[in-house]
Nanobody, 124 residues
Framework: QVQLVESGGGLVQAGGSLRLSCAAS??????MAWFRQAPGKEREFVGT???????VYGDSAKGRFTISRDNAKNTEYLQMGSLTPEDTAVYYC????????????????????WGQGTQVTVSS
């Protein structure tokens, strides 16, 4: 059984930084992606890092967010900086079965497993 455990969300002032973590267990062949969903909005792609270490970021994340991976810990990290109130959302990590190489920008429907989400609130 696949489990995704997210952590690191919280309240931060505008201009600040947060690092989210997502630890996966129960499956070794997968590719992870990050999404977010603000109240009243659709779930939005944030970024991915593929097994060839190619990263792709959504427009809202480019230049401010960085994704990294610790294979030994089966954990990915989403480092977020220069946060604004518009970044306020529930952030999700999700897995797709199999390993994806190259650049990859998935839709939410492409993913097979989802974490519980972690709230990020940015105050002005």
């Amino acid at each position: 059984q696949v489990q995704l455990v997210e952590s690191g969300g919280g309240l931060v002032q505008a201009g600040g930084s947060l690092r989210l973590s997502c630890a996966a267990s129960g499956r070794t062949l997968y590719t992870m992606a990050w999404f977010r969903q603000a109240p009243g909005k659709e779930r939005e792609f944030v970024g991915t890092i593929s097994w060839s270490d190619r990263t792709v970021y959504g427009d809202s994340a480019k230049g401010r967010f960085t994704i990294s991976r610790d294979n030994a810990k089966n954990t990915e990290y989403l480092q977020m900086g220069s946060l604004t109130p518009e970044d306020t959302a529930v952030y999700y990590c999700a897995l797709k079965r199999g390993r994806v190489f190259g650049e990859w920008e998935p839709n939410p429907n492409d993913m097979d497993y989802w974490g519980q989400g972690t709230q990020v609130t940015v105050s002005s």
